[in-house]
């Protein structure tokens, strides 16, 4: 699901974090990318390949940043050269341009998407390739099954980027309340007890999305913390109509009329809470740390007043991940499919490059050093990790808990994603807004929905 989208290259709708494992050269300062030379001469035996992200038209700095990182690219790989189109993943179109030729060598799309594209043979098999990079064994096992086949072990693309859902909090609302800035509630019960304290006349103690799928999208998350699965593991069934399901809405639905800890008013999407919460007129949301950016460079705020911790939890220890991966053309060469795959790992995860752009955005006051990466582990990550602290413009002590984190992270679920969530959103309002509303009814309603899809698509 949506992160808000940042400067620089083109990125779709579940953006990840920028800066860890993903290098967010988007944001990379033009003045360091200017220095970086022309493009390789053409020559015999230079290899083409096409990638998706280039940016549009309608934002030429993006546009320019992009095509310098490529001829950077080509000075280091002088028998590689890429070629960007502006064609964003479209699971409406993507299909059919991979079966008449259209498609780029290289796409961007989506975490919840390898499952159809890997059982419809539309993505290359890179294993070899992906094997014999030197940082693959570095992913998170989570993070790498998601573009691997459980059945063969296969592996179909590579994770760009991502997030996980955290707590953002309001340190000092937190004293004024008596609550301990450096302990964020942990679980359900500390969040629920929590956000009546913090509520007062002029703050909500807390603000929950509902609309526009991200009802649903909140709703999974809060699912995984509570231990509950969305979907069947063949993804045929809708399984969130569960206990675990009607405790997370029971739980919104006693803060927002028993504890009258929420908002009053309803309907909202994430855009709507950040400010809310950078303005002080909401205590706690829920948020990926890359929403640091938007409320220092957007609303202003003064980012030593806010922390962020752990995602509470009720028995699941778990919380949503999502994010982007990109995946290659099975109707393209070998050559071109390692030429597309050489300029994703340069162009995403380059230590040289990513050090030079975290230098350019922290002299120029951008946000660096927000909580990232959940795509490594082991030396690379901490690689990256010190980097980002090298270069932080962000109190990283106000992020202890989420760092230091060991709750599990959990991909969305797989089969017919948004439709699901959209089925999700009336179920997430009406708790929020209809104080009669029945947990375990709506989501039967929900699941019965959801369900007739689910069939629908395996027919």
Known sequence: MSTNAKAGLFLNRRRFLQGGAALGLGAMSLDVLAACGGSAPATPGVVTATVNTLPPNTNPGAQYVFKQVIKQFEQSHPNEKIVGKTAPYDPATFFTRVAAGQAEDATQTYFTEPPLMISKHVVADITSLAKGWQYWSSYNPGIASIVSDPTTGKIY?????????????????????????????????????????????????YAEP?????????FTNWMYSAGGDMQSSDGTKATFNSEKGTSVLQLLKTMRFTDKSLTKQQGYVQDNILQLLATGKVAMAIMAPDQ????????????????????????????????????FNPKSSQEVIKAAFDYVIYSNFDLNLLESSLAQQAASGQVVGAPTSVLFTGDFQKQIQ?????Y??????????????????RSEPRKETQKMYAALDPAVQAVLSDQNADPQKLLNQAAQQFQQVLDQAAS
């Open 157 to 205: 693309g590579l994770p760009q980027n991502g997030y996980a859902l955290g707590l953002f909090y309001n340190r000092k609302l937190f004293t004024a309340a008596g609550l301990n800035p450096d302990k964020p509630p942990a679980t359900w019960e500390e969040f629920r007890s929590a956000a009546k304290a913090l509520t007062t006349s002029s703050v909500a103690g």
């Open 210 to 218: 509902s609309i526009s799928n991200q009802g649903g999208w909140r």
């Open 292 to 327: 640091l950016n938007a409320m220092k460079t957007v609303y202003g705020a003064d980012l030593t007043s806010f922390g962020i911790g752990a995602m509470p939890q009720n028995g699941g220890n778990a919380a949503l991940t999502g994010g982007n991966i990109f995946v």
């Open 386 to 390: 010190a980097l980002n602290a090298k």
């Open 392 to 409: 932080a413009t962000v109190p990283l002590q106000n992020y202890t808990s989420f760092i230091n984190s060991t709750v599990a992270l």
